[in-house]
Each structure stands twice: as structure tokens, then as C-alpha cells.
């Protein structure tokens, strides 16, 4: 049973070797004699996400439990069900959820951590994003927290990401304008050619990020959905209108830093009478299934464009990983550790 295990705690930047590939013992095949309530999973596809990032430090940063040094690194994954002593799964079962970073887990605590997948005829890593978390982030996130009108102006922070890509399509169905910014020029082609955005730009060759925006909102931004904070958030509160509001769904930029940069323009807040509210995917999950319905009806009528990043084989994830902070990935970053 390979497995990725945290080798040291984080300061700054993750490094591929901050983590490590350990081999220990054989494949298991049932779940351990007498013990009730848990199940053996086959780890499919992992998820990468940003907020792991907290987890890798145990400076209380983060709204999860930290990783624990020596032990495989945990986080949202596609399963197949080995075996089962939990009445709620059987094995064959498609499952998505909290899982570990090795070939097999044994998961505790399976009606809290894991979702049956409903849908296993659709492409199984699309629950590690589109179907699942990222997904339903995106769909939470703009639609209940952004709560959009029709026709308003929004802009998206890494847009071309897991989160981003999805939320500049919900707002183009809402008929809203959309603009993203993004690390690359075929990120930015991206946005505008296959996610349907009105605008886009790169963000890193742009010397001034507040005219960047006035350039393509001359009339403010209704709704923000923030994903990166830092000097990208102080611009954008610049140009919001009155009444806007600001889904702060995560400040990527900041996650690395021992000192957060400073936010320099937070009195428009009160000028601009904006709502700035932050929110965790996982306070919603009882919306989840309801989500799950409307998404898998897009795939399979066609009405949404989702790109993933696919990197093959567990050995490597911590570099699949450690690529969100450089922008690596284009679209949703997941890895294969088995197709069945
Ligand atoms: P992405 O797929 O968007 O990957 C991360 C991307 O962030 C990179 O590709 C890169 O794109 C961009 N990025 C990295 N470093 C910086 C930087 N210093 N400044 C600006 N952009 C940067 O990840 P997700 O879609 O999974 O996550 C997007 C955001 O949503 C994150 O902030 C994450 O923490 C948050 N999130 C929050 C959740 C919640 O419950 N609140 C749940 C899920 C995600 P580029 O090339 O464009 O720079």
C-alpha cells in the first residue's frame, strides 16, 4: 500500500520534498476482523486543493486539522469500495469524500466523510471538482453568498482554476458580464474561447491592477467572487459599485506567507455599503445532493465546459500539489491513482 506522508511541517512555499512516497506492507482486501462501521476504499482520483496548504502547517492557520508529520496526507478523493461493516456502503459502491493519499484507506467514519456517488456513468474524477467539492463551491458560493441579479457585472480571480471556471459559468447563465483574471495568456484564451467569458486578462502583465479593472468595468463591479486576496482584492474594492458584494471564497496569494499582505482600501466598504462575507463548502453539504442533480444534468445535456489537469500515478501528487501555488494547473487539478 503506497502512500504520500508528510515528511516535515511547512514554513513558506511547499516543496515535492516536504512530502514522500513510502511503500508498507500488502494490499488489504477486507476491512479488519470485529470492527464495525467502517470501510475499505480503493483510491481512485485525488483532488488537489488549495486549503491543504493550511493543513501542511501547525500554526492553527488553517479551519481544519493540520497533517500529522510521518502520517499520509488526507483530503478529498474518488473511491471504489473494497469492503464494507458499515449498513450505508457495500462493496463496488462509487464514493466521494475525505480519503487518504495511499492506494487503499480504511475510512472510520464513512457516513461523515464520504457521499455514494448517483451518477458513476459520468467521467468518476469529475467528483473531485465539477461533481464535488469544487463544484458544488462554485454553485454555493456565487448563487447563495454572491446572491446575483440578472445582468449584473462580476468579476472572477483565478477564474481558469477549479472554482473559477465553473462560477464564470453560472454567472453567464444568470446572463450577468463576466470577466476573469487569470496567470497566463492561454489561460486567458481559455476564458474567453471555452468557459464563455465576456473578458479576461492576465494578471501578471498587467503594471496597474486597479485600471486593469476600470478598463473593463467603466461601470464597477456588482460581485466579486474572490478567490486570491491580496493586492488583486485591494484593487477590485476600488471599482466596486454600491451595494456590491464579495463572496470571499479564498486569498490564495496570502496562504504562503508568514506576514498577510495589507489591504489598503477597506473604507470603500462603508462608501460603497459593500457585503463581504466568507464561507466553507462543507457548512452547505446538506444542499449537496440537490447540487449533485443539476450538475450531472449539465454534463449530460452538454451545458457546461470543465477542464481538468491530469496527473498520472500517487508518486505525482506532492508535485500536482504544490503547482496551485505556482499556477501550474490549468483547470482542476487532480491525480490518478487507479482508473478501477
Ligand atoms: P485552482 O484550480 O484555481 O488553483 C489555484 C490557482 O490559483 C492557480 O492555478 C493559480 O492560477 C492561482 N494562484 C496561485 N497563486 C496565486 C497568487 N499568488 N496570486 C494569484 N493567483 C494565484 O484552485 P481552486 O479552484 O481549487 O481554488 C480556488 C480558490 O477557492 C482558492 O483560494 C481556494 O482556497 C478556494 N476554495 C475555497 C473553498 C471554500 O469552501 N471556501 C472550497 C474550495 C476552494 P493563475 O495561473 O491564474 O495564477
Known amino acids: ?25 500488502t494490499a488489504p482486501s477486507k476491512v479488519p476482523e470485529g470492527v464495525a462501521g467502517v470501510v475499505l476504499v480503493k483510491n481512485l482520483y485525488l483532488s488537489c486543493d488549495p486549503y491543504m496548504r493550511g493543513r501542511m502547517s501547525n500554526n492553527g492557520g488553517s479551519y481544519v486539522d493540520s497533517f500529522v508529520v510521518g502520517e499520509p496526507i488526507t483530503g478529498y478523493g474518488v473511491c471504489k469500495v473494497v469492503d464494507s461493516s458499515h449498513p450505508g456502503f457495500k462493496a463496488g459502491d462509487f464514493v466521494w469524500g475525505m480519503t487518504g493519499w495511499e492506494e487503499y484507506s480504511l475510512i472510520k467514519d464513512p457516513s461523515k466523510a464520504l457521499f455514494t456517488i448517483r451518477h458513476p456513468d459520468l467521467p468518476l474524477s469529475y467528483y473531485t471538482g465539477l461533481l464535488g467539492m469544487a463544484g458544488f463551491t462554485a454553485y454555493v458560493g456565487f448563487h447563495e453568498i454572491c446572491a446575483p441579479k440578472e445582468g449584473e457585472r462580476v468579476f472572477v480571480s483565478a477564474a481558469s482554476g477549479a472554482v473559477g471556471q465553473l462560477v464564470g459559468q453560472f454567472a453567464k447563465q444568470m446572463g450577468c458580464y463576466v470577466v476573469g483574471s487569470a496567470g497566463s495568456d492561454d489561460k486567458v484564451r481559455l476564458l474567453r474561447e471555452k468557459f464563455g467569458f465576456d473578458e479576461a486578462f492576465n494578471y501578471k502583465e498587467e503594471k496597474d491592477l486597479d485600471q486593469a479593472l476600470k478598463r473593463r468595468f467603466p461601470d464597477g463591479i456588482d460581485v466579486y467572487f474572490e478567490n486570491v486576496g491580496g493586492a488583486m482584492l485591494d484593487a477590485v474594492l476600488l471599482n466596486m459599485r454600491v451595494g456590491g458584494r464579495v463572496a470571499a471564497c479564498g486569498m490564495i496569494s496570502q496562504y504562503n506567507l508568514d506576514r498577510p499582505d495589507p489591504v489598503h482600501n477597506l473604507v470603500t466598504i462603508v462608501m460603497k455599503r459593500l457585503r463581504i462575507q466568507g464561507f466553507i463548502v462543507s457548512d452547505h453539504y446538506g444542499k449537496y445532493r440537490e447540487y449533485e442533480e443539476t450538475a450531472a444534468r449539465y454534463v449530460k445535456e452538454g451545458k457546461i465546459a470543465y477542464v481538468e489537469d491530469v496527473a498520472e500515478g500517487l508518486e505525482n501528487a506532492p508535485a500536482a500539489l504544490i503547482g496551485l501555488f505556482s499556477g501550474r494547473n490549468v483547470g482542476k487539478q487532480v491525480v490518478v491513482v487507479a482508473r478501477e
Do not use: Q, R
Not at 2 to 25: C, H, Q, R, W
Open 1 to 25: 500500500n503506497k502512500k504520500i506522508v508528510l515528511k516535515n511541517y511547512v514554513k513558506g512555499f511547499p516543496k515535492e520534498s516536504d512530502m514522500e512516497l513510502v511503500a508498507t506492507g
